[in-house]
């Protein structure tokens, strides 16, 4: 193969050569095309071939063909004449060198011939204007001489020939299309359509800029094409978690106590009448019985509040204001829950208003007895486990009709902590409504409730299962329902209502959870034998 990096490139003339004759690559050949000066490719120089030596250019008239056939060579003579001038440089095997040079170390030829059979075969149509020679060449325009027909230019560049043979240079192969330069003023009007493209794609850019501007404009102005909602769209089923807070809301209170220098306390609580009355804990308004308290409604006034009574037993007290434009809450009956049901817990926790919490019944008829001795409550509380926080205290526990079944009212805490440290841990108690309202009607009429009791003392020091009754003689209290019904000291009270009695509080928040004249049926353990006694619960005397 040719070394191309050795090879010079061929130099490219369109200036006749006045020494040879036109059939020998001189002036011009026969079209009136200007011919290039042919000559043979070596590796390390290309020399022209003598000129009594070289092949004709072929020529598009046939006159002038029919006159130029005597003087070609054959392909014989043609090695020969190449042999007497670069025989020596390129010495072969014995006597002689191959028929052809060039197809023993050239390539050049071969792809002279391939690339100019595919610009004769794929030649573009050419406008008729460009058919005569340019002028920029040197060749005239018009006919090529007599009987000689106009020739097609093709729009491209000629490239230099490469080893002068015959069907390449300008005169192209046989039957093909010359090849020649566009004309200067054909490539002089590209200019302003070139400018024209490049205006048009600044123009699209600027309007494409402009156009997602305003776009985003549109978007950051809050404008949309999406529909709006729907009219009522943002109300709730009734029965419904949402629709039950939004009907409760407006009837919860926050509590607020100022004991000067006892400090201060936050608490919860919900209207119960017309009349201006909240009921909340006892343990939330107690610090302000000497100082204010005041109390928060859910539209942000505030109003003054008096206490009307509480009830450290129940743990119970009711506060007036006021206002009597606001509208209670409706007290259900908690003697229908079971465990499972769902309820909603509302209120304050941690001085967070109008907060509301969701969860279920998780225990019935759980003896609680929060505050401290002689001060505690006595609770036959509803167990939740809604979220229950301080602050919660004196807040509604609603079912799922919106109804008030109990009053949050304490929490269980991790063994070790302390009111500040402690939080809600899925442990909540709520005073059942019903023991809620026959003490919120007693402390409203008269300022005071009055308990249920049946006139024993019992023993705080018993271990064992059940409360026992101490044994001393004034432990009964002298006509007494226990006295009447035949309880004696020393005897352990193991049921109630026939429901197991294994504490002495399990059996205090049995008795209060009853009301005064009611009957009930009282199990003891006597010498072995279980003994049920019946007796109509009493008052409790006035203190």
Not at 323 to 346: C, E, F, H, N
Not at 385 to 411: R, T, W, Y
Request: proline letters at 9%; one cysteine or more; a negative charge.
């Amino acid at each position: 193969m040719t070394d191309e990096s050795r090879t010079p490139e061929p130099e490219q003339s369109h200036a006749p050569d006045a020494a040879l004759p036109p059939e020998a690559g001189g002036a011009q050949a026969a079209g009136g095309v200007p011919s290039e000066q042919t000559g043979i490719i070596d590796l390390d120089d290309t020399r022209a071939i003598p000129a009594g030596a070289t092949r004709p250019i072929g020529s598009a008239d046939p006159a002038v063909s029919t006159a130029s056939a005597a003087a070609r060579r054959s392909d014989e003579e043609r090695d020969e004449a190449w042999f007497d001038v670069f025989g020596g440089e390129h010495p072969g095997d014995g006597a002689g060198v191959p028929a052809r040079a060039d197809a023993a170390w050239g390539s050049d030829r071969a792809d002279a011939l391939a690339e100019q059979a595919h610009r004769a075969t794929y030649a573009p149509p050419v406008d008729p204007a460009l058919a005569a020679p340019s002028a920029a060449h040197g060749a005239p325009s018009g006919t090529a001489g007599a009987g000689a027909t106009t020739v097609p230019a093709y729009g491209g560049a000629v490239p230099a020939d490469l080893d002068g043979l015959p069907g390449d240079g300008a005169g192209g192969p046989p039957g093909g299309v010359p090849l020649r330069d566009e004309p200067a003023g054909r490539r002089r009007r590209r200019g302003p359509l070139v400018l024209a493209v490049v205006g048009l794609c600044l123009l699209s850019g600027v309007i494409g800029g402009v156009a997602g501007q305003l776009a985003e404009d549109r978007i950051n102005t809050g404008v949309s094409t999406l529909p709006p909602p729907g009219p009522g769209s943002t109300q709730r089923p009734a029965g419904s978690v949402a629709n039950i807070a939004a009907n409760a809301l407006p009837s919860v209170v926050t509590i607020k106590v100022d004991a000067g220098s006892e400090g201060s306390a936050t608490g919860s609580g919900f209207v119960v009448d017309g009349k201006g009355h909240v009921l909340t804990n006892n343990h939330v308004v107690a610090p302000g019985v000497g100082g204010d308290i005041e109390v928060v409604l859910s539209n942000g006034d505030t109003e003054k509040a008096t206490i009307v009574g509480r009830d450290e037993s129940y743990d119970l007290a009711v506060l007036k204001i006021a206002r009597t434009d606001l509208t209670p809450l409706q007290l259900g009956p908690s003697d229908k829950v079971v465990v499972g049901d769902q309820v909603i817990a509302v209120g304050a926790p941690l001085g967070l208003d109008q907060t509301v919490t969701t969860g279920i019944v998780s225990a019935l008829n759980r003896p609680v007895s929060p505050g401290e001795p002689g001060e505690s409550s006595y609770i036959n509380a509803i167990q939740t486990d809604a979220a229950i926080n301080p602050g919660n205290s004196g807040g509604p526990l609603l079912d799922m009709a919106g109804k008030v079944i109990g009053v949050n009212s304490a929490i269980a805490r991790v063994p070790g902590t302390s009111g500040s440290t402690g939080g809600s841990i899925g442990l909540g108690f709520a005073i059942p409504s019903d023991q809620a309202r026959r003490t919120a009607d007693q402390l409203i009429a008269t300022g005071r409730a009055s308990h249920p009791v049946i006139g024993v003392g019992l023993d705080r020091t018993f271990s064992g299962e059940g409360a026992r009754v101490v044994d001393k003689p004034d432990a009964v209290t002298a006509g007494g329902p226990a006295a009447k019904a035949g309880v004696k000291p020393g005897d352990v009270i193991v049921g109630f209502e026939g429901k197991r009695i294994r504490t002495a509080d399990q059996l205090i928040v049995s008795i209060r959870a009853r009301a005064i004249g009611e009957t009930v049926t009282l199990t003891v353990e006597r010498d072995g034998q279980d003994v049920d006694l019946k007796m109509t619960l009493e008052a409790d005397p006035p203190k």
